[in-house]
Nanobody, 123 residues
Framework: VQLQASGGGLVQAGGSLRLSCAASGRVFSNYAMGWFRQAPGNEREFVAAISGTGGRTSYTDSVKGRFTISRNNAKNTVYLQMNSLKPEDTAVYYC?????????????????WGQGTQVTVSS
């Protein structure tokens, strides 16, 4: 499985970015997808996840109401729309492919990882 994340960049606080993650190598719709992030000096943390069908999503509390995860199974792509960005959202963002169709917030339920894309939010 290969995951290619893109869409990161530098944005001012209050701005928006849309991350994309293109997947190849397995039947995409059979697996949940997640976004995680890691800031310098911190552990990698869960941000959002979506089930294989797209019918169920989960978010960490700090991004609820600001971030939206979605997927297009025809394009084997998962997205993370990030609005009202804050400086504390600054991190490397990673997409990951889960081991089942079910949403999980547990990092150990994700077996395949993309290379990460940097998101920097200036104050």
């Amino acid at each position: 499985v290969q995951l290619q994340a893109s869409g990161g960049g530098l944005v001012q606080a209050g701005g928006s970015l849309r991350l994309s993650c293109a997947a190849s190598g397995r039947v995409f719709s059979n697996y949940a997808m997640g976004w995680f992030r890691q800031a310098p000096g911190n552990e990698r943390e869960f941000v959002a996840a979506i089930s294989g069908t797209g019918g169920r999503t989960s978010y960490t509390d700090s991004v609820k109401g600001r971030f939206t995860i979605s997927r297009n199974n025809a394009k084997n792509t998962v997205y993370l729309q990030m609005n009202s960005l804050k400086p504390e959202d600054t991190a490397v963002y990673y997409c990951a492919c889960g081991r089942s169709i079910t949403v999980s917030t547990n990092i150990y339920d994700y077996y395949y990882w993309g290379q990460g894309t940097q998101v920097t939010v200036s104050s």
